[in-house]
């Protein structure tokens, strides 16, 4: 099936049914800042909208116009992502609040395509700034949208394609109402997350129905077609725990691209033995280890805990127990801080 062979009825069906049944009491909803907005899509990239609440309050709190966000510093704001994973998007967000400030006044561009020039800024995540915020006829396609138009359409391109996905782009492009886009948006993000969900699709409730091809032929959860999967890896690392009697904590902080960029961690080692070299003849408690998941692999982490011995120590920084909520700690470490 086609957007033509849909003719106006989906659109219709989708912005009835935003008005009645979706989500309207989000704290980024029902305002047209852009500032807001992009703040929230940001943040919701691969991460629940239960995770995101409390992050989103903070940073507003802390920086409530995108020009106080763009004058912090970078530690300042991957300290205040900390936990919520994905720290390129915090250092793309503060790259973005500075261009916006010194390229544009402040003001966010007010057109899709104006903002995609911003750093971190991609197509879709444009399209919704200029659609809630300037009321542009513009798509998106997250990962929600996908999945919804994916099933409507029985899309059966293979969205590890870029011709696929750009074909379900110019679906999703000629399935655009005339009217109410803002809300036809909200809609398709709606169904996507509460009744069009990846693994137990609600279809009994979904007001789209009598559209949906995949639903008709029985078979919902086979779309989005993306066949390409993720070879996950394996990594072993040790973390040297060192405390003087005063409660300073040595930290380091980690190269700035790569896993954690930026972010502050104990002295890290490949091997065991590294770690013990590092503190020749100390007494090293072992703890108990990590494993902690991340994309592409997962990550076990062995932490040895010792007393800071006189003489040669690693270098970074001591750190005060009370301080460490200034600094950008990856959560793994956060938790092992604070339960130890």
């Known amino acids: 099936m086609t957007p033509q062979a849909l003719t106006e009825d ?6 009835a049914w935003q008005r009645q049944h979706g989500r309207h009491t989000l704290p980024w909803q029902n305002t047209r800042d852009p500032y807001r907005v992009w703040l929230s899509e940001v943040m919701l990239q691969q991460t629940q909208v239960s995770t995101v609440l409390g992050y989103y309050e903070r940073f507003l709190a802390r920086w409530p116009r995108v020009t106080d966000l763009a004058a912090a510093s970078l530690d300042e704001v991957l ?3 900390a936990g919520l994973g994905y720290y390129s998007r915090a250092r793309n967000l503060h790259a973005c609040a500075r261009a916006v400030a010194q390229l544009h006044g402040g003001e966010f561009p007010p057109t899709a395509a104006g903002l995609q020039t911003l750093p971190g800024i ?11 915020c300037f009321g542009e006829r513009v798509a998106i396609l ?3 949208v996908k999945r919804v138009l994916g099933r409507v359409l029985a899309f ?3 969205l590890a394609s870029s011709v696929a996905e750009r074909k379900l782009w110019d679906h999703a492009t000629g399935l655009l109402p005339e009217q109410d886009v803002e809300r036809y948006t909200q809609g398709l993000m709606d169904l996507g997350a509460t009744v069009c969900t990846a ?3 609600n279809c009994l409730l979904c007001p789209v129905q009598p559209l949906c091809l995949a639903q008709r032929d029985g078979s919902p959860t086979r779309y989005p077609v993306k066949t390409r999967k993720l070879k996950r890896g394996r990594r072993e690392s040790w973390w040297l725990w060192v405390e003087k009697a005063g409660g300073q904590i040595l930290l380091q902080q980690r190269p700035a691209t790569g896993v954690w960029a930026g972010l502050w961690t104990l002295p890290m080692f490949e091997d065991e033995a590294g770690a013990r070299a590092a503190l020749p003849g100390a007494a090293l408690e072992t703890l108990p280890r990590i494993e902690h998941a ?4 997962d990550w076990v982490l062995h932490t040895m805990r010792a007393e800071a011995p006189e003489g040669n120590l690693p270098g970074g920084t001591w750190v005060a127990r009370e301080k460490l909520a200034s600094y950008a700690l990856p959560a793994p470490l956060k938790k092992l801080i604070d339960e130890s």
Do not use: M, Y
């Open 10 to 15: 989906f659109g219709k069906t989708v912005v």
């Open 79 to 81: 300290a205040q992502w």
């Open 122 to 132: 991609g197509r879709s995540t444009a399209a919704a700034i200029a659609a809630f």
């Open 142 to 144: 997250d990962g929600n």
């Open 156 to 158: 059966e391109g293979d």
């Open 199 to 201: 693994r137990s699709p």
């Open 294 to 297: 991340l994309t592409h692999f």
